[in-house]
């Protein structure tokens, strides 16, 4: 392919402190002066957007108004994008030098229609080396990741899917194909939709190890339990778009129900809840659209969905302060002893009761009261989570519904 221009899109949402060296980079490709960079700001609340405008004037920014999750910007950029290779690279990812270029010649192959590269953490382990799920649920898993580099994946290969935070695709694809979807909100699974959109139309995604970066994975979504609940909301749009609703019925919900029983981290049952309550929105307008399902099938995985939604919901209220017991009791031999010698062991008791027992429960007892402050404290933080957590579902819920009852409009049209 002789592209004449590459264009790189760079979602920004907060990344003030990544997006400069992210830029310069850019600016040292080998290729830099066939390289449109676009920024698509999507509502960020820091300085980001700023520093681009101010220190990197040959940068085109553009900024969203309002925020639209990752797929959103992405669309933006490659809509306004000029090259007939369009790239996407995560705002916290620094290219090797010869990247682009490699990137751009490993794409010059006409039946390849998405490929991607070699991520590494800053300590040099493996981050992403191609792509593929764990059927039946469609759970994510990177090749390498956590392993030390030397060489294991440097074979190029055809792989299920490519991580959004640096790929490329043929301006001819993109316009066949389209953009991602916006549904995937707010981030998790919009590439791994689009990697399979692309093959089903016929080309190949494709794994080319020569085109190396570095990914600080400074994720946007900071709350453990924020990145949880889209994760798992992306994976269940994903698996009712690409997984035929008698299989789900069949395989994905009997797995989800084990794994909900088995699951015993605090934030998992709520963030299963989110994404089972986000399907049972979209469920409709998705199954209709993708696998033509009549209104019996469409009910069968809402109520299956219902279903996993009650268990999640138990699994989370299953949480149960553990108060502590009481402190042991001292048990002595009563021995048939002389009036006297009883006296004196009263007395001896006495002093010792006061002066060891009566400091040794004292201690335990506050020993205990702390632990049961600390436990409500915990408790405290744990609910403050939980309540932010809820008002960002409910701001997605709204995005869901919206976004589906678009959807049925356009169906209807």
């Given amino acids: 392919m002789n592209a004449n221009r590459v264009s790189v899109i760079v979602p920004l949402w907060n990344g003030a402190a990544f997006i400069g060296d992210c ?24 300085e980001g957007a700023a520093l681009v405008e101010t220190s990197f004037p040959h940068v085109r920014l553009l900024r969203r108004p309002v925020n639209g999750g990752f797929a959103a910007a992405c669309n933006t950029g490659l809509q306004a994008a000029s090259g007939d290779v369009l790239v996407l690279l995560n705002q916290d990812v620094l290219l090797a030098p010869d990247a682009i270029e490699r990137l751009v010649a490993a794409l010059n192959v006409p039946e390849r229609g998405v490929v991607g590269g070699k991520l590494r953490y800053p300590d040099g382990r493996l981050q992403h080396a191609g792509g593929y799920l764990l059927w039946p649920q469609a759970f994510g898993m990177h090749d390498g990741v956590g392993e030390p580099d030397e060489g294991q994946y440097d074979t190029p290969r055809e792989v299920e899917f490519l991580t959004g935070a640096l790929l490329a695709v043929r301006r001819n694809v993109f316009e066949r194909v389209g953009g991602l ?76 129900m084990a794994d909900a029983q088995l699951w015993q981290n605090q934030h998992t049952p709520y963030a299963l809840q989110q994404a089972w309550l986000a399907a049972m929105v979209q469920a ?75 400091r040794y429960e004292h201690e335990q007892l506050i020993s205990q009261q702390n632990a049961i402050n600390a436990e409500l404290q915990q408790a405290v933080k744990w609910m403050q989570v939980e309540l932010a957590s809820v008002r960002q579902a409910l701001s997605w819920l709204a995005h869901d519904i ?3 009852a678009q959807g049925e409009e356009e169906s209807h049209e």
Wanted: positive net charge; hydrophobic residues 40%; aromatic residues 14%.
């Fill in 23 to 46: 830029l310069k980079h850019l600016a040292a490709q080998t290729i830099a002066e066939q390289i449109e960079i676009l920024v698509v700001d999507d509502a960020s609340t820091d």
């Fill in 402 to 404: 919206a976004y589906s």
């Fill in 181 to 256: 979807d916006e549904g995937f909100y707010p981030a998790y699974y919009e590439d791994v939709d689009w990697c399979f959109r692309i093959r089903a139309a016929g080309y190949r995604v494709w794994y080319a190890p020569d085109v190396v970066g570095t990914h600080q994975e400074g994720s946007a979504l900071r709350r453990a339990s924020h990145r949880e609940i889209a994760y798992h909301r992306g994976r269940w749009r994903f698996l009712l778009k690409h997984m035929p609703p008698a299989r789900l019925l069949a395989e994905t919900m009997p797995a989800e």
């Fill in 284 to 358: 409709a307008t998705l199954l209709r659209r993708q696998w033509q399902a009549d209104e019996q099938t469409v009910f069968d995985v809402v109520r299956a969905l219902q279903l996993l939604a009650n268990q999640a919901w138990q699994a989370e209220q299953s949480f149960r302060f553990m108060l502590p017991q009481e402190p042991p009791r001292l048990a002595l031999p009563r021995p048939e002893w002389s009036p006297s010698r009883w006296k004196r062991l009263r007395q001896r008791l006495r002093w010792w009761i006061y002066t060891h027992l009566w």
